[in-house]
């Protein structure tokens, strides 16, 4: 799964990279961003600016905000089988920009890690969104994470990962109309074009923030990465 991520890119090397043209908000860096938080994406609307949608989709249908965990992750494998999924992935995809994104291992207590990319750049992981009205009238829109199987550097702690796309297949997963072609961009990203380590347990609160959340830790992880 994925329960927690980062943006920290400065402003200018994420919008060279998603050729972004800014934004209706202020880009502000993110450590530790949560569900329910608004965190940035990019949807087909318009491919050259972030929006910020609330983590964790509330289906247009639904007749209130639901009272019980939110929904941020959907499974790669089940999207055409769920009425909340089915129809987004036709026509309301979306891309989650991120630098990072978390999991934790239970060692005597839960200690956090951070995966990357190897080489350093920023990613985007699959996302559908959803747009929600109140009954006063006002406009909630959601997004949820799209999930896979672990690669192999996921594996030692856990059996899912967020469904990370190559760059040259953003356009596909923003325009592409057959479902049988966006399915196959549903897959494990490469585990040796990433890398993982430990960071301060800190992050596990979800109001905390700052560049110190993304500090390696000193103390050996279970990757065996170097920094």
């Given at each position: 799964?994925?329960?927690?991520?980062?943006?920290?890119?400065?402003?200018?090397?994420?919008?060279?990279?998603?050729?972004?043209?800014?934004?209706?908000?202020?880009?502000?860096?993110?450590?530790?961003?949560?569900?329910?938080?608004?965190?940035?994406?990019?949807?087909?609307?318009?491919?050259t600016k972030l929006r910020y949608f609330r983590w964790g989709l509330i289906p247009s249908w639904a007749k209130e905000l639901p009272r019980s965990s939110p929904v941020i992750n959907a499974r790669a494998e089940s999207l055409g089988e769920k009425p909340m999924f089915r129809r987004l992935i036709a026509r309301q995809r979306c891309l989650v920009p991120a630098d990072g994104f978390y999991e934790w291992v239970r060692a005597g207590k839960k200690q956090a890690y951070r995966f990357v990319m190897a080489d350093g750049f920023p990613f985007a992981m699959v996302g559908l969104w959803d747009a929600w009205k109140s009954p006063e009238g006002s406009i909630l829109r959601s997004f949820a994470i799209v999930t896979t199987e672990a690669n192999e550097l996921m594996k030692p702690i856990h059996d899912r990962m967020p469904v990370i796309l190559e760059k040259d297949h953003y356009k596909a997963w923003m325009g592409e109309t057959d479902e049988k072609l966006l399915r196959m961009l549903l897959r494990p990203f490469p585990g040796d074009r990433m890398k993982a380590y430990r960071v301060s347990d800190r992050v596990n609160k979800v109001t905390a923030e700052g560049p110190d959340l993304i500090k390696p830790q000193a103390e050996p992880d279970l990757f065996s990465t170097d920094f």
């Open positions: 799964m994925c329960g927690r991520f980062s943006l920290t890119t400065d402003e200018q090397r994420l919008n060279e990279f998603f050729r972004l043209a800014g934004g209706d908000e202020p880009y502000v860096p993110r450590y530790n961003g949560a569900p329910t938080q608004n965190l940035a994406v990019i949807t087909g609307d318009d491919t």
